[in-house]
């Protein structure tokens, strides 16, 4: 199957997907087509079992493995995602509440796989399941980050304050660089890979953490620069697609964060010097193009996670393993959200505004977690606990892009006055 065949079939279902739902269900787009693409996967296995010579489970898998979600997300689709996402960034609510961001992006995600690790370790043997404690780091680190695909589409939806959005955007879009890099660490870790200690695993998380700041500052500015140059609407917009993909691409070469030096190369965009730079026509037709990217990249993503369920291992045993694991993330979430923030409340600061406890509660429910956790998920190497972790990931996943994602506007509604959604 080419490349094309495999675009026009994804497109084609979102289409028909985002149809469906607008007719019925009326849910946000994103969510509608990934509980049809679930309920079509489900129709798939029932079928299949009835007339299994049909074999549709099977098409739909070799349709799945041809595509590689963790390839095509953690090598391409992201860096558009990541980029696009950056672009609807506030710059100047973000960077008034630059220390609540850095605060929960780096140490509020290192808290949440630590206590993510923890409570999974302790809770998988009451039901059989035994996983070593450094695989469920790696749970820890696979399902910590938030995922800005889906909290920058929730925060398009709700009217919550300009510096709560701010902060739950400005964390998105970076703690799960955060994560990746943990996540890393504690693949190699966990599968005896890793060629370094303590020290040196510090030493590779700065240097890809810090590195994908500077980096993408640098390519950010530099494209500032021709961008000044260009003042046509048409060479401005190829000018930013091979900034997102140039970015990722170059950090990943040089063993630096691709989202990091992504998120930071298109939040340069949104400095007061690019408003000067950029023509007037350019800049409408720059917010026109990368909405439109990010909403097609999001229905076809929501569309495969959907598809997932086909490839997971279905085990009845598995069913209360996951609903506790998805009880322990929300609570790992909020607990990691009201630690990491602490030190600014004590000393009477405020992480988004005067309302502490609205804006912690709003924060930990709104803790969307979506493709980037379903890809590093996948995209683990064959192990006797894969299975487990997989379809545990799948079912927080699901959980918080349908339950919390569908809730989090009464949520909020009960400590914020909203605005309506600006589309």
């Known amino acids: 199957m080419t490349a094309l065949s495999v675009l026009a079939i994804l497109l084609t279902l979102s289409a028909l997907f985002g149809v469906a739902n607008q007719l019925t269900l009326r849910l946000p787009n ?3 087509v990934l509980v049809f693409a679930m309920l079509g996967s489900i129709v798939l296995l029932v079928v299949n079992s009835v007339l299994p010579a049909i074999d549709l489970h099977g098409l739909a898998k070799s349709l799945l493995g041809s595509i590689n979600l963790p390839e095509a997300l953690m090598n391409g689709a992201l860096s558009f995602l990541l980029f696009a996402g950056a672009l609807q960034v506030d710059l100047g609510q973000m960077l008034n509440r630059k220390l609540s961001i850095v605060t929960l992006a780096l140490i509020g995600t290192l808290l949440a796989v630590g206590l993510l690790a923890v409570a999974t370790w302790f809770a998988f043997p009451l039901f059989g399941v035994e996983v070593p404690l450094i695989w469920c780091i790696v749970l820890g680190a696979i399902l910590a980050p938030t995922d800005p695909v889906s909290v920058v589409g929730m925060l398009r939806r709700l009217g919550l304050p300009e510096g709560l959005q701010a902060v739950f955007a400005g964390e998105s879009l970076f703690n799960d660089g955060v ?9 190699e870790l966990a599968t005896g890979t890793a060629d370094h200690g303590l020290r040196s695993i510090g030493e590779v998380f700065c240097l890809e953490a810090i590195g994908g700041v500077l980096l993408g500052f640098a390519l950010g500015w530099i494209a500032l620069a021709l961008l000044r140059i260009a003042r046509d609407a048409q060479v401005e917009l190829i000018i930013t697609l091979a900034l997102a993909a140039g970015t990722f691409s170059l950090a990943g070469a040089l063993h630096m964060s691709g989202p990091i030096a ?21 800049r409408h037709e720059m917010r026109q193009f990368w909405s439109l990217i990010d909403e097609v990249l999001n229905a076809m993503l929501f569309l495969l996670i959907g598809f997932e369920v086909l490839d997971l291992p279905l085990h009845p045993g598995l069913i209360g393993v996951a609903v506790v694991a998805i009880a322990i993330a929300v609570a790992a979430r909020a607990l990691s959200v009201a630690l990491a923030t602490l030190p600014i409340n004590i000393v009477g600061g405020s992480v988004a505004g005067s309302h502490r406890l609205g804006t912690l509660v709003v924060l930990a429910w709104g803790g969307l977690r979506g493709g980037i956790s379903v890809a590093l998920a996948l995209a683990l190497p064959d192990s006797p606990y894969r299975g487990t972790l997989l379809t545990i990931c799948y079912a927080v996943v699901v959980f918080t892009i349908i339950v919390q994602g569908l809730t989090i506007e009464k949520v909020a509604g009960m400590f914020y006055k909203l605005r ?4």
């Open 420 to 423: 309506p959604a600006q589309e």
């Open 179 to 187: 994560g990746i890099v943990a996540y890393g660490v504690a693949l």
């Open 262 to 282: 992504t998120v930071v190369a298109g939040l340069v965009l949104g400095t007061r010097h690019s408003e000067r730079w950029i023509s007037e026509h350019g």
């Open 30 to 32: 994103t969510i509608g």
